[in-house]
Nanobody
């Protein structure tokens, strides 16, 4: 059974940093396209950062470029999102997602992801 469990969220002041972690089970991280999405109250879920299964292709939303970094650790079956210089507009629930079909591509469309974690809250105070 495929499962994704996020952790690392919390309350941080603007300018601070957080590292989100997603623990994957039931599959090999290197075999799936992976992504981090976020959803703020009253807004659509949006792609923040995505990575191909080979980790040689990545996507970052314009709003987070230069501040966030996605990475994977195949041995630990984890996907990370390092978030630096956080802003109040980054406040949202962050979700980890996995796509087993479009593995070598970066997948940005949320409807193409089959598996989702429960989410972790990130709150950035001004």
């Amino acid at each position: 059974e495929v499962q994704l469990v996020e952790s690392g969220g919390g309350l941080v002041q603007a300018g601070g940093s957080l590292r989100l972690s997603c623990a994957a089970s039931g599959f090999t991280v290197a075999d799936y396209a992976l992504g981090w999405f976020r959803q703020a109250p009253g807004k659509e879920r949006e792609a923040v950062s995505c990575v191909s299964s080979t980790s040689d292709s990545t996507y970052y939303a314009d709003s987070v470029k230069g501040r966030f970094t996605i990475s994977t650790d195949n041995s630990k079956r984890r996907v990370y999102l390092q978030m630096n210089n956080l802003k109040p507009e980054d406040t949202a629930v962050y979700f980890c997602a996995a796509n087993p079909r479009d593995r070598v591509s970066v997948v940005v469309v949320k409807e193409k992801y089959d598996y989702w974690g429960q989410g972790t809250q990130v709150t950035v105070s001004s």
